[in-house]
Every structure is written in C-alpha cells, then in structure tokens.
C-alpha cells in the first residue's frame, strides 16, 4: 500500500484523509527495520518434517562478483533487521541461490537507499525449527529467525496469519488474500472509517504495510488480476491488449466472426457474482427426459446469470406427470442453488401454473407432499412463465445426450486373473448377506447351516461394514482380507508396534477395535517372516523373569527404579532411567545425560510424584545414584519407604529388570543402523510397551491405569 498515491480531489475530504492517516501511522514501515514481528501467539510458522527424513548438508555455490555484492547487501539488511542471525551447527544447511529478474539482477532501492519490505518477514519461525532454514554464502552461515517466502507451506501459513488478525473484518469491510488488502466502502466517509480500522488492527497485532504498495481512497483497483470497482468485476485491458490488436483476418467472411470472438475475450463473462442486497430469480423447466434450472438476479432491469445447471432424469423419473416433474425442477434447483437462496427473496419462474394449484392441494401424493415440505424452507413467490419467454432453462431440459452417437467397442475378452478378482468376496460375505437378505446358500447342508446359526447372533451390520461382539465384550470391526495385513504391520511395525511377538501384536490389533478369524495364525506369521524379529530377537522362550511375591497393594503404591546405559551418545544422553509401577506394569523412563542422584531427584518429582502420587515404597538396587543423602532425604519428606534389592540377585526388582530389558528389544528393532537416535525413539517404545497385551494383567497397562483413572474414587 502507498501514501503517496493518494486520489482525492476535494480538499475537505484530504483533511479527513491527513487526520486518520497520521493517527495510524505506526501501521505503515518505510524500510525494514520498521518490521516489528507479528507476535508468536497471533501466529508460528512450523516445518514438520517426514518421519524418517534426515538432515541435508549442501555446500556454498560459486558466485561471481557481481552477485556477492548482491548476496552482501541482502544479508546485512537481514542481519541487520534481526531477522536472520550466524549459527554454525545446524544440521540442516542450503546454498544461496540468486534467481534473477526479469529486468536483472539488482537490489532495489528506494529513492533514499532504504530498502524495501517483505511481508512475509514479519511472522515468527517457531524455535525448534530455525535451524531447518539454515543458508551458507561466502559471508558466513546463518537461520531465519522469521518466516521467508519459498518456505513449504509458507503461503498457507500466511494467509492463515490474516485471518486470524482480521477474522472479524473480512468480507464484511474488507478482503484478504496472502499480502493483498482490500478495504472498501459505500461512501467516502464510510471506508474512511473502515481503513482506519483496519489499520489499527495491523498496529495491535504489529502488522506492518509497505508504503510503497499502498493506494488510498481509489474509485477502482487491480486485484488479482482483475479490475474491481462500483461496476462489478471487469477485464485488466492490459491482459488483452495482444487479443485486442490482433491482426485482422484476410477473409472478409471471417471478419464478423472474428470481431465477436474478439468482444468475447476481452469483455466481462455474463456469468457475474451475486448482488446479495438483490431478490434472486430462479428459472425451471422440465421436459420428457431432463430438467434444467437458471440462477440469476434483475439490476437496473436488465438480468444476468449466476449459475447454470441441468439433469437429466432417471427412468422412475420419466414416468412422472407433467406437473410432477415441473416440481422436481423447481426442487432439484433449490437444493443446488441452496448456499445461494436460504435466508433470500426467490422469484420463481417456470411454464406450469399448475405448481400454485398443486401447493395448495390438500390431498396430494406423499412425494409431492415431501417436495412441498422442502420448498417451505425458501422464502419464495412462484410465476408463470411460458416454455417460449423461458428459453434457457427450457433449452437445457432438452439437452439431448448422444449416448449412441459414438458406440465403443465392447472388450469381451478378460483375462482369469481379472476373473477372479471381480468375483472374490470377503470371508465375511455370507454373514452380510444373511443380516441384510435372509438368505444363506442353498448349497449348504445341515452342519453347515447348523455351524453358521451358532455364529450368526454375535454380529451385526451396519452399511457399509460388519461388526461382531466378542467374548470381552467389546464391538469390533471385521476387517477384509485386503486390508488385514496393513493392520497387522502398523501394529507390529510401527511407532506403537515395538516388534513384539505374535500373542502380543495379535492383541495390539484387537485393542484397536479390528477382528478376524485367523488373527492370531496371521500374526504369527508375520513375526516369523519379520526380517529385524528374526535377527534380533530374544534367543530364550521364557515371557518374564522369576519375581518373588509382593503384598497386595494399590496402582502406583510401589515402583521400581532403574538405570540402563551406557549407550552410544545421542544427542548428548547416554542413559535411561527407568521407573516401572509393580502393579500396573506402567513404565516411565527418560533419556540422561549421566547417571546421578540429581537426575533421580528429578524424575521422581516431576515423572512419578507429580502425576501419579506419592507412593508407599521405592525399590532400587545399592547403587550410589540411589543410596545418598538427597535421595533418602526427598523419600523422608513424602514419607517413602526405600527398599534397596539384594546384591547379585535380580530377581527382587524382576519388575524393572524385565522392563528394562523389554524396553531394550524394542529399542533394538526401531533405531537406525548407528544407534545414535535411540533417545527420540524412546518415547515410541514406551508407547509400544504399555499398549501391549501382558498375560499376568489380561489386558495392557494403558488400559488398566486408563480404567483406574476413570473409577478412582476423588
């Protein structure tokens, strides 16, 4: 937006003009170090990456020396702005790119030598993805701080930033689309009023406008393309100047043809966006096979088109009266044209006056009865208009669809494989057909159908799937044999897999609502032909390790601590420690960096006191980490009892050793070949390990603290 283009001839009306614009003037930057930063809780700018992506490092690009002074000059002003700022170990590093202009390679300036502004520059990178922008040049290594444009999904996120900051305005004073305002009135006072609104607005939110892009106070203005003004939307001559003077033919039979394609192309479609202050008129007709229907609107008693549309009839359809198929236009337009006509005035015409006899009949059929109902929602005046005066919507009911015009050849000739696809049906399909039909095979015989009536009452259908109550009592979903086994390996193989065994992974499928018969045959199948199972899996057959029994006690009323490690260095952790609750088999565990009492300290109050109570004992082996005066002094203050395991003998924290050791396996199957990404993964594992089945519960432990936290007595 520009002050300078400022198109107001009267003087009292620049006055007015003067008078806002100096009280908004913190709106408008004059170079960019006037970019103040749209506030991170307006709007973050995220960059998520793929799973399994991993960091790109590029080396600079040779530049000559014309464009490093173009290089230089840009990054100072960024550096300068704070908008970027050096770093030197990011993972993620580009080259510096310079895309020349059509009119060359330069650094525009303004009159004064300051430079310009950028929009984008104004919306915050959120900090844990800064380094993903990093850029090396000749003068150094640098991230952005704010979001510039050429970002993935930069666009998306600015344009998300202005609703959010005029979301009360739009399409009510103004339009909005990415870095483009649109603020408009009826009169000059009126969009006075409404610019200066907006303006505070972008002072609130520390919006800044670029001055030299601002036009204040115009009767009409390019936007997107296109001419808007009182006038509606019109044609950019620019954009049809070649069509315009394009040379005339040399056949004088095609001089009259080639001036209309000519008005054509450079004039306003006759299809034109609603004026909502206006009634609509609707046009109906309906013939043997097809009905059509005109959206359009009267202005200055000339019409204009909003929509076209037509269809044609079925066969049920084509044995209706006349009438009834009049109605079924005038219905069929209404529920197409409904984001248009609800809350509006209609005018509807159609040939068949017949329609306001039949809205007033009190014994008609019940069809037409539901059609008058739907038509009650409408604020609309019915008149009659003959086929002849009624041309549009008569010509598109009478569209004739050339079915046989170009008859195809037919291709008999199919291959078995696609035979057999055509006709293969889920193992479920007899089930179906019977909750549906009624009907079993006839080629059944009695203990067939005796088998099958055994079954039959444990399911139920629901369009378009079946569902079967199992033993549990829990309603699953029976899964088809194409979509079986992309089930099992996102519930073996993936984040909340953990690759465990086929039992377990077989009961990760039920606890996700799915089933079928030969799930767990499946299951087992799949573990075995498991390339990462087969290498790392654990050599003994033995589920757990022999633990000696504890009192009874309640959920989270006694927990086992633990360090694992060391393992290789990952983002700077080398340990776990690990927290299983004995009851619930519930695990916490984090990555460290060492293993000592102060990171025990914190993980007690922050991952086991804080969100799950104060328990009634903790078991640890003697090591330092464990036995100190903080440690003992934090369980004297809560009133903790302390049980240190004996020496050498695993067995009295079986519990946490056998968690440990889950939590290890896992670990093994789902980090990348260097191991050095053990610490991101971590959370999987753990996700993996309380989601899964445990024979000693009968269920998961995610769903046994899930039940306990919903019937815990407050």
């Given at each position: 937006m520009s002050c300078c283009d400022i198109f107001i001839s009267d003087q009292s009306s620049r006055e007015l003009f003067n008078g806002s614009s100096q009280r908004c003037k913190k709106a408008i930057g004059w170079q960019i170090s006037d970019l103040k930063g749209i506030s991170p809780l307006v709007c973050t700018h995220h960059i998520y990456m793929e799973e399994e992506a991993k960091p790109i490092r590029q080396f600079q690009r040779r530049l000559n020396p014309h464009l490093q002074e173009v290089v230089r000059a840009e990054v100072l002003k960024l550096l300068q702005a704070g908008i970027i700022y050096p770093i030197s170990d990011s993972p993620w590093v580009s080259p510096t790119q310079v895309v020349p202009k059509k009119s060359g390679i330069t650094v525009v300036q303004m009159k004064k030598g300051k430079k310009l502004l950028h929009a984008s520059l104004q919306i915050e990178i959120d900090l844990a993805d800064q380094e993903k922008t990093t850029f090396t040049c000749p003068f150094g290594t640098y991230a952005y701080r704010r979001m510039p444009f050429g970002l993935c999904n930069a666009p998306a996120t600015f344009q998300r930033c202005m609703l959010s900051i005029f979301s009360d305005m739009v399409e009510r004073i103004m339009e909005v689309f990415m870095d483009d305002i649109t603020v408009y009135g009826g009169t000059f006072e009126e969009c006075l009023v409404n610019l200066e609104a907006v303006l505070h607005r972008c002072i609130e939110k520390d919006l800044v406008l670029n001055w030299e892009k601002c036009h204040f106070m115009v009767r009409q203005g390019i936007v997107l393309g296109h001419i808007i003004s009182e006038k509606g939307i019109e044609v950019d001559k620019a954009k049809v100047e070649l069509i315009a003077n394009y040379h005339l033919p040399t056949v004088k039979e095609c001089q009259h043809s080639f001036d209309q394609l000519k008005k054509f192309l450079t004039t306003t479609p006759i299809v034109r966006a609603p004026n909502w202050q206006l009634p609509f008129e609707l046009m109906c007709d309906a013939s043997d096979f097809a009905i059509g229907a005109v959206l359009g609107q009267r202005e200055d008693g000339k019409p204009y088109v909003i929509y076209y549309a037509s269809k044609t009839l079925n066969e049920a359809q084509r044995n209706y009266t006349t009438t009834e198929k009049e109605l079924l236009a005038v219905v069929f337009a209404l529920d197409k044209f409904r984001a248009y006509l609800v809350g509006s005035f209609i005018i509807v015409f159609t040939d068949h006056s017949a329609l306001k006899y039949l809205l007033t009949k009190q014994d008609a059929k019940a069809r037409l009865i539901r059609w008058i109902l739907l038509l009650q929602e409408f604020d609309l005046q019915i008149k009659d208009k003959k086929g002849v005066e009624n041309v549009v919507a008569d010509h598109l009911s009478r569209l004739v669809i050339a079915h046989n015009s170009h008859p195809l050849p037919i291709n008999d000739d199919f291959p078995e494989e696609s035979l057999m696809f055509l006709v293969k049906t889920p193992w479920y399909a007899h089930i179906a057909n019977y909750l549906v039909t009624g009907e079993i095979p006839s080629e059944w015989n009695a203990q067939d159908r005796k088998h099958f009536f055994a079954k039959i009452h444990a399911y139920y259908w629901e369009e378009p799937f079946l569902f079967k109550y199992c033993a549990d009592q829990i309603i699953r979903k029976c899964v088809p044999e194409d979509e079986q086994q992309g089930i099992l390996s996102h519930c073996h193989e993936n984040a909340c897999g953990g690759h465990f065994a086929s039992q377990k992974t077989a009961m990760k499928v039920l606890q996700s609502g799915f089933t079928w018969p030969s799930l767990f045959k499946d299951a087992h199948i799949m573990c075995r032909n498991c390339d990462r199972c087969q290498r790392l899996g654990k050599l003994t057959k033995r589920n757990q390790m022999p633990m000696n029994p504890i009192l009874i006690v309640e959920l989270f009323d006694?927990?086992?601590?633990?360090?694992?490690?060391?393992?290789?260095?990952?983002?700077?952790?080398?340990?776990?420690?690990?927290?299983?609750?004995?009851?619930?088999?519930?695990?916490?565990?984090?990555?460290?960096?060492?293993?000592?009492?102060?990171?025990?300290?914190?993980?007690?109050?922050?991952?086991?006191?804080?969100?799950?109570?104060?328990?009634?004992?903790?078991?640890?082996?003697?090591?330092?980490?464990?036995?100190?005066?903080?440690?003992?002094?934090?369980?004297?203050?809560?009133?903790?009892?302390?049980?240190?395991?004996?020496?050498?003998?695993?067995?009295?924290?079986?519990?946490?050793?056998?968690?440990?050791?889950?939590?290890?396996?896992?670990?093994?199957?789902?980090?990348?070949?260097?191991?050095?990404?053990?610490?991101?993964?971590?959370?999987?594992?753990?996700?993996?390990?309380?989601?899964?089945?445990?024979?000693?519960?009968?269920?998961?432990?995610?769903?046994?603290?899930?039940?306990?936290?919903?019937?815990?007595?407050?």
């Open positions: 006694v927990w086992g601590i633990d360090f694992m490690g060391p393992f290789p260095m990952s983002f700077g952790n080398s340990y776990i420690l690990v927290g299983v609750d004995y009851v619930s088999k519930w695990v916490e565990a984090i990555p460290c960096k060492q293993n000592d009492h102060r990171v025990v300290l914190k993980f007690l109050k922050e991952n086991i006191f804080s969100r799950f109570g104060v328990p009634k004992a903790i078991i640890s082996d003697g090591g330092a980490h464990f036995c100190n005066k903080p440690f003992e002094a934090l369980l004297s203050k809560y009133g903790v009892k302390h049980k240190v395991a004996t020496p050498y003998h695993p067995q009295t924290s079986g519990q946490v050793e056998l968690a440990n050791r889950e939590i290890k396996n896992i670990l093994m199957k789902v980090v990348n070949s260097n191991r050095k990404d053990w610490s991101i993964r971590l959370h999987d594992s753990l996700w993996a390990y309380r989601t899964a089945y445990k024979t000693i519960l009968g269920m998961s432990p995610y769903r046994l603290v899930d039940y306990y936290s919903k019937h815990a007595i407050l």
